[in-house]
């Protein structure tokens, strides 16, 4: 009876937490996806930000690939804010 108890409780558990790790990596995947469209349309005024940009995104990327999706989004949405910001800076 334990055995059966114990096993149910661990299945429901495992259930449970599927989707959300499910969640992390689609959210992962957009957010590497939108990045990649702002990266592309940059504007060319600070070499050193689009640099920044540029690592924080392989960086997401290397996370993506070894499994961290919440490290995977953290970076994704530090870059796509740099990127946001550089967008709305006027050219010189």
Known sequence: MKRTAFAG?????AMLASPAFAADNN?????????KDKVTSLPATSENTTMEIRRLLASAEASKLAGDNTKCVTEATQALSRADKLSNEPNP
Do not use: H, N, Y
Request: proline residues 0%; hydrophobic residues 55%; glycine residues 0%.
């Open 27 to 35: 959210l992962c995947t957009a957010k590497l996806q939108e990045l």
């Open 9 to 13: 409780i661990f299945i429901c558990a």
